[in-house]
């Protein structure tokens, strides 16, 4: 249970305390705040600071402030919280009289007044790089930051947003699961905040995925659909005979480019997109059978087979290359992802992590 800023980790233990290590300016370093952090149930990260919900609904902050990383001027009303999502500068809890609170960088989403006398009765909410966008019972969607990243849905889709199940979202734009299984986007075209080319395609859409700047829609029949940035993989066509049966997606992203992997009912994985990002896997392929799950850091993929081992490919520097843990990855149970690292959950619960080595990617230095 790990979550990540750029060059972070945190990591959730079992007995609701939490354990830092990364760059101390980055929320790498909690110990200002360790003394509050007891009983923590799930952690959130912007791009430099951590938020801790606590199972008695408080919420604790560090890191940068300027990302969300001091949440005094808001504390009052941060109780009774239930659900906390971040976007790359901002927090927004969500209470459980359906409320939200907001706090961090004003101009990406952590000054909500615009809209907070529409935010009730809300039952989710999802984050792109810079804006939010809450889901109400009702079935509706509000919106709040900027609008070019897909903060203002009300002049982009405006009435035919209704019903919706799910929202995905990517660094710009936003894309919708409606309640008759078909999906709609906003935010930028130039990251697959149109989806019109494929509109009629997007039909039994069960789940979606993004890239830096593209989606990916499962389909019902295992099928993928894809739109958005070709360099971020919004052009499967060069796949597209390989990609049925799929039952799980990841996304990587990095400046202008970025790329996708899919996960088959077989075990086999299928990339595609900017071969920078991991969307060229032909030197691992053969060693990519029985493949249970996959993360993504900005540029590299890693894959968690049956038998406890992990294959990675894409950027070495993002942790594409984890030749120097091969070693120690043996009986691994979970992987989670930063922005340049990845790090391991083994069966015994320790945690190795390669990547960024200043980042996270090296945890030698740390009790946990």
Request: aromatic fraction near 6%.
């Amino acid at each position: 249970r790990l979550q990540a800023t750029h060059r972070a980790f945190a990591a959730l233990c079992g007995d609701g305390s939490v354990t830092c290590w990364g760059d101390p300016e980055a929320g790498g370093d909690c110990s200002g705040v360790q003394e509050q952090l007891q009983g923590v149930q799930h952690l959130q990260a912007t791009t430099a600071a951590f938020g801790a919900l606590r199972a008695d609904g408080l919420v604790v902050t560090w890191g940068n402030p300027l990302s969300g990383g001091f949440s005094d001027q808001v504390q009052e009303e941060l109780h009774d919280v239930f659900q906390l999502q971040s976007n790359s500068e901002a927090f927004a809890a969500l209470r459980r009289d359906g409320s939200v609170v907001t706090w961090g960088n004003p101009n990406y989403g952590g000054d909500s007044r615009r809209v907070q006398r529409k935010l009730r009765g809300v039952i989710e909410i999802q984050a792109s790089s810079a804006a939010f966008a809450a889901i109400l019972a009702n079935g509706s969607v509000v919106t709040w930051g900027p609008g070019h990243f897909g903060g203002n849905c009300s002049y982009d889709v405006g009435r035919s947003l209704k019903h919706v199940l799910k929202i995905q979202s990517n660094v710009a734009a936003f894309a919708a699961i409606l309640q008759d299984g078909s999906a709609i986007a906003w935010g930028s075209r130039d990251s697959g905040g149109d989806c019109g080319s494929v509109q009629d395609r997007l039909r039994d859409v069960r789940e979606i995925q993004a890239s830096k700047a593209a989606f990916a829609a499962i389909l019902g029949d295992g099928s993928v659909v894809t739109w958005g940035n070709p360099m971020c993989g919004g052009n499967s066509i060069a796949v597209s005979p390989l990609l049925q049966n799929v039952h799980q997606i990841q996304g990587t992203g990095s400046d202008t480019i970025g790329a996708f992997a899919a996960l088959r009912q077989d075990g086999s994985v299928v990339t595609w997109g900017s071969p920078q990002c991991g969307g060229e896997s032909s030197d691992v392929q053969e060693k990519l059978r029985g493949v249970q799950q996959i993360a993504a850091t900005k540029a590299a993929f890693a894959a968690l087979l049956e038998d406890g081992l992990v294959v990675t490919w894409g950027h070495r520097s993002c942790g594409g290359d984890s030749s120097r843990v091969q070693g120690q990855l043996r009986q691994v149970r979970e992987i989670h992802a930063a922005q340049d690292a990845f790090a391991a959950i083994l069966a015994d619960g320790s945690v190795v992590s390669w990547g960024n080595q200043e980042n996270g990617g090296d945890t030698s230095y740390v009790d946990l």
